[in-house]
Nanobody
Framework: QVQLVESGGGLVQVGGSLRLSCAAS????????MGWYRQAPGKQRELVAS???????NYADSVKGRFTISLDNAKNTVYLQMNSLKPEDTAVYYC???????????????WGQGTQVTVSS
């Protein structure tokens, strides 16, 4: 089993910055990918950013140039640095990971509980 612990959400003013962290723990053999989705009230969950174990990144168009995702493989932790925040970035941010479990060949996916990010104008 794998657990994800998210931190770093909160309330910030327009133009401010926040850094989200998500630490994965458990019987992890290797990380295939980690990333962040977000869901605003009344909207569908959308991908914000993702990163593979090899470091390849992918961003939603709406956050390119403002958000940076990084992965510390030694700590099984993914970070999302969010700069120049806008009111439309307000959402619950969910961390996910796709991992290989020790002794298994399949890739498993796990999700965090979510952390609230609120950008006030």
């Amino acid at each position: 089993q794998v657990q994800l612990v998210e931190s770093g959400g909160g309330l910030v003013q327009v133009g401010g910055s926040l850094r989200l962290s998500c630490a994965a723990s458990g019987s992890i053999f290797s990380i295939n990918a980690m990333g962040w989705y977000r869901q605003a009230p009344g909207k569908q969950r959308e991908l914000v950013a993702s990163i593979t174990g090899g470091g390849s990144t992918n961003y939603a168009d709406s956050v390119k140039g403002r958000f940076t995702i990084s992965l510390d493989n030694a700590k099984n932790t993914v970070y999302l640095q969010m700069n120049s925040l806008k009111p439309e970035d307000t959402a619950v941010y969910y961390c996910y990971t796709r991992v290989r479990i020790a002794g298994r060949r399949e890739i498993f996916e796990y999700w965090g509980q979510g952390t609230q990010v609120t950008v006030s104008s």
